[in-house]
Structures are given as structure tokens and as C-alpha cells.
């Protein structure tokens, strides 16, 4: 299993890797090449779910692994005036909304996510760019907020919506998952790390940790939960940022 978990980070940071090299190529754009990418994702997706008990846990360690020095992903901020003054004021105004395909919508204080029963782990993050550290995540469950919500039968994805923006036109930032690793026990929403309250540059005051995936669906600055039956027209349509933007595959499992 620990060859197919390497040569599967390897092939998706290749592939991603490949396509930021070719910039403007218009081979690294054309139909046929994104058809054999979406291709190769839902076979990989399709062969880890097949082999793979859905509730398998990645590996944890302990305190005595935590890296010295733990790379921010992404954003080191992020760039508009509300989030700059919630940060002045230490996240007191900041609320986290869970909506789209629920029953019971919710708006959400720090306070009461902290209040909430909450889950320690001590996992590897792996970056695509090939780098990893490991790190100390506490946070809410995700499976716990979807379940207070009251998730519709109709409901297939839960997007993250982010408050920074990416790129040189600023576009919004966002990720999604599935149901299968929205209801992982290790899916959470972090607002402590390493025994601290998560700082800015790591994605203050929440960050998604999908510990089944690699580092850039940990979407950071999340302000928005949205349940919803397609990924068709929120954005590029293609499920997250750098899926919109042909850099890496929507399934990113590890």
C-alpha cells in the first residue's frame, strides 16, 4: 500500500507540475489533454475507493514528530478589508455559514465551533510541490456541523468557500470534497495548531484538513460550508481553483 500511496503523489505532482510548466501551451489546454487528466482522476479515485476501507485512517504521530519549521500552503493572508478587521478584533465577529442543501442552515461563532466536541490529530501534510511536515490539527469534525445542519438526501459535495482571493486576476478560492471524505473522522475544521490558536499565514481562523488528500484541498480562511448535488457553475465548475485553472486533478487522494 505505501508504493501505491508514493507513486500516487508522484504521478498527481508530475501531472501538476507539467501543466504549470507549459503555461500558455495550448496542448496543456486542449480537450483531448484535460479528457485523458479527468480520465486518469476518476480511474485512480475509483481503484483507492475500491481497495481502501472509506473509514481508513491516515497515519498519525506523535508529539515527538512535529517539524520544526511547517510550510503555509497558498495564501499567506488573505487580502480584503473584512477579514483584516476580524483579525484585528481576533476573529470576535467572524461566523462560519453551512448552507446550500440543508435543512436547518446554520451561522456559526468561533466561540461555539470551540465549544463543540472536538478531535487531536497529529498527521503529515503533503504538498503536490513534493514537500511535507507534520503538524498538530484541533478542530470540529466536519461530519458533526453536516449533521446538525441536517444534510439532504440530494446533497453529493461540500464546497469550501475561502475569504482569500488567488492569482492575478484575484479570484476566489475555494475547494470541495465528497460525501466519503466530508464524513471521514478525520476531516475536520482546524482552528488550532500545534497547540496554538491557528495562525494567519496557516489559514486563521479555520482551514479544512483532509487528511485522505494532499495539502492543496486543505482549503485555508474558510467562512462558508455549501452543500450541494453539483460542482457545475460555482466557479470554473471544475470543483476548486486550481482544478478551474487545468493545474491539478479535483480527486486527490493519497
Known amino acids: ?27 496543456s489546454r486542449s480537450p483531448g489533454f484535460q479528457d485523458v487528466l479527468a480520465s486518469a482522476e476518476g480511474l485512480t479515485r475509483r481503484a483507492q475507493r475500491t481497495i481502501t476501507n472509506r473509514e481508513a485512517l491516515a497515519r498519525e ?9 511547517f510550510r503555509a500552503n497558498g495564501s499567506r493572508t488573505a487580502d480584503s478589508d473584512a477579514y483584516r478587521a476580524m483579525l484585528a478584533n481576533n476573529f470576535a465577529d467572524f461566523r ?22 472536538r478531535r487531536t490529530q497529529i498527521t503529515r501534510h503533503d504538498c ?7 503538524g498538530q490539527w484541533t478542530g470540529v469534525p466536519l461530519s458533526r456541523l453536516l449533521d446538525l445542519a441536517g444534510l439532504r438526501d440530494s446533497a453529493n459535495y461540500i464546497v469550501f468557500h475561502c475569504a482569500d ?15 466519503i471524505d466530508a464524513f471521514h473522522p478525520q ?14 499565514r496557516h489559514g486563521a481562523p479555520l482551514r479544512a484538513r483532509v487528511e485522505r488528500q494532499l495539502g492543496y484541498k486543505h482549503a485555508k480562511y474558510v467562512t462558508r460550508l455549501e452543500a450541494v ?10 470543483g476548486g481553483y486550481w482544478e478551474d485553472n487545468g493545474a491539478y486533478a479535483w480527486y486527490a487522494g493519497i
Open 187 to 200: 476531516t475536520i475544521l482546524a482552528y488550532d495548531m500545534n497547540g496554538q490558536q491557528l495562525p494567519e
Open 1 to 27: 500500500m505505501s508504493k501505491l500511496i508514493t507513486t500516487r503523489r508522484k504521478l498527481i505532482a508530475g501531472l501538476g507540475s507539467s501543466v504549470l510548466l507549459a503555461g500558455c501551451d495550448s496542448w
Open 128 to 134: 503536490v510541490e513534493g514537500w511535507s511536515a507534520i
Open 96 to 117: 462560519l455559514r453551512v448552507d446550500g442543501l440543508v435543512s436547518r442552515p446554520l451561522s456559526l461563532s468561533l466561540a461555539e465551533l470551540r465549544a463543540m466536541p
Open 229 to 238: 448535488a453539483s460542482l457545475d457553475g460555482i466557479h470554473g465548475g471544475k
Open 165 to 179: 482571493t488567488y492569482g492575478s486576476q484575484g479570484r476566489p478560492y475555494y475547494e470541495s470534497i465528497d460525501l
Open 61 to 69: 504521530f506523535s508529539a515527538a514528530d512535529l517539524s520544526p519549521n
